[in-house]
């Protein structure tokens, strides 16, 4: 999908891979497997592999004809590091964004170790962030991952955050993103280890965002932390910003 988003920290998403394969801990309950299911039902034609990884090169030049700047979430439905995916078709991912360098695009992963593997061969952009995804004090490494590569804006998202996560080592780190798990089977998420991580941004002055506290109605459970939203952002590092030609 090439679409606006609803997701509360970004404004819209774009996959020129769609698919994924469970890993770690937060996989369980994947909301793209669920939503890729339904668009297969329907008939979708980047989803008639359902939830099998799948590459789009039809959906390589998308954000190019975005005329509007715009923060995009690059496959929110899907991982760029996934273990099938192509290196050659990573670095075409890698040259769209740098080209269409108006806009600021979010990738997140949870294969930190091919990331930090493939630092050197891919070429890093002010308006390039990258993020890894830590749901417990067993994936911390992975922010260790991601500070040894040249991303000139890091985050980590900690969603759906199913533990603790004490010692959150923030040197390098520029931003931080905590949201609970969601849906029928949402596993608890705890005020404390919230609070906790909230602490650790602001004794660090990292920017912190807290997206949810999820549960089966993450609407009525609202967003507030002790009274108050927290939607801090990272700054915005100076890039050639321009519109597009199209």
Known sequence: MAASSTIEWTESTWNPMT??????????????EKIAKRLQGTGHPNYLNGFTFTIHENMLNVPLHWIKSRIIFVN?????????????????VFNIMRSANWHIFQILTKRSE???????????????????TVENQNYAYRIDHLRETGALTKFISLEPLLGPIQNLNLNG??????????GP????????????????CVESGVPFFFKQWGGFNKKKAGRLLCGRIWDEMPA???????TALF
């Open 19 to 32: 698919g994924c394969t469970k890993i770690s801990d937060g996989c369980k309950y994947c909301y793209a």
């Open 76 to 92: 929110s439905m899907s991982d760029i590091f996934h273990e099938d995916a192509p290196v050659s078709f990573i670095k075409k």
């Open 114 to 132: 091919r990331l930090f593997k493939l630092d050197r061969c891919l070429r890093w952009a002010p308006n390039i962030w990258m993020g890894v």
């Open 173 to 182: 780190i520029h931003w931080v993103i905590l949201g609970g798990e969601s």
């Open 185 to 200: 089977n949402a596993r608890p998420i705890k005020r404390a280890w919230v609070e906790n991580v909230r602490d650790q």
């Open 236 to 242: 915005i590092k100076s890039t050639c910003v321009q």
